[in-house]
């Protein structure tokens, strides 16, 4: 996912801070990086189909982190798919979909060890 090479292109013109050196900035955040990573704190329940916000939750205590110093977060979400990205998304798709149903034959057959690998 994301842009090949970009991070290594980025670090070269960034520095390490504290959050209270950008107290009353506005900052934009890639709000499906923190949604991704929430969702590996309740990747069972969503396999199993169970209602869950987990992931929500983890991405609001990071605004809340960053509201506490006062820097107004703006969330940002990847936009339409791009046509030029067509091949690559419908590969996506149907990775995610494979996973889900492996982890859910997983979970039924084997257990949840098993399972957590295709979550």
Same mark, same amino acid.
């Given at each position: 996912?994301?842009?090949?090479?970009?991070?290594?292109?980025?670090? *070269?013109?960034?520095?390490?801070?504290?959050? $209270?050196?950008? @107290? !009353?900035?506005?900052?934009? &955040?890639?709000?499906?990086?923190? #949604?991704? *990573?929430?969702?590996?704190?309740?990747?069972? $329940?969503?396999? @199993? !189909?169970?209602?869950?916000? &987990?992931?929500?939750?983890?991405? #609001?205590?990071?605004?809340?982190?960053l509201l506490?110093?006062?820097?107004?977060?703006?969330?940002?979400?990847?936009?339409?798919?791009?046509?030029?990205?067509?091949?690559?998304?419908?590969?996506?798709?149907?990775?995610?979909?494979?996973?889900?149903?492996?982890?859910?034959?997983?979970?039924?057959?084997?257990?949840?060890?098993?399972?957590?690998?295709?979550?």
């Open positions: 996912m994301g842009i090949t090479g970009l991070i290594p292109f980025v670090g *070269k013109a960034s520095s390490q801070l504290h959050l $209270k050196d950008i @107290r !009353g900035s506005t900052v934009a &955040v890639d709000t499906y990086c923190w #949604l991704h *990573k929430g969702v590996f704190g309740c990747a069972e $329940k969503l396999a @199993r !189909g169970e209602d869950t916000d &987990v992931y929500i939750q983890y991405c #609001l205590k990071y605004v809340n982190m506490s110093y006062d820097i107004k977060p703006i969330l940002v979400f990847d936009g339409q798919h791009l046509p030029a990205k067509a091949l690559t998304e419908k590969r996506r798709r149907d990775s995610r979909k494979q996973s889900k149903e492996r982890a859910a034959e997983f979970l039924r057959l084997v257990g949840i060890e098993e399972a957590r690998s295709h979550m």
